[in-house]
Nanobody, 124 residues
Framework: QVQLVESGGGLVQAGGSLRLWCAASGRTFSNYRMGWFRQAPGKEREFVAD????????SYADSVKGRFTISRDNAKNTVYLQMNSLRPEDTAVYYC?????????????????WGQGTQVTVSS
């Protein structure tokens, strides 16, 4: 079992930045691919970014590419999402997720554990 707790959400003006982090506990953190997803009101949950177990490989949704950066510190059991140049359409609840297989990538149904989410609101 892996427990995930997201933090760092808040209210920010368009063009601003926020850094989210997700602290993991339970099993060995470095055994899991980690992903960030988001869900806006009235919309389906969507992939944002993911990072491989060692951190060498990352991928991003086209909508955030060049603005968001995912990273991880396995010594601290934490994954981060640096969000720059935020837009109102980035407003959503952001979730981190852990994938034991290492093969989930953008597929939310393949992730094994989820956090409770943190709200990000970007005002225009």
């Amino acid at each position: 079992q892996v427990q995930l707790v997201e933090s760092g959400g808040g209210l920010v003006q368009a063009g601003g930045s926020l850094r989210l982090w997700c602290a993991a506990s339970g099993r060995t953190f470095s055994n899991y691919r980690m992903g960030w997803f988001r869900q806006a009101p009235g919309k389906e949950r969507e992939f944002v970014a993911d990072i491989s177990r060692g951190g060498a490989s990352t991928s991003y949704a086209d909508s955030v590419k060049g603005r968001f950066t995912i990273s991880r510190d396995n010594a601290k059991n934490t994954v981060y999402l640096q969000m720059n140049s935020l837009r109102p359409e980035d407003t959503a609840v952001y979730y981190c997720a852990a994938d034991a297989s290492g093969l989930a990538y953008y597929r939310d149904s393949k992730y094994d554990y989820w956090g409770q989410g943190t709200q990000v609101t970007v005002s225009s």
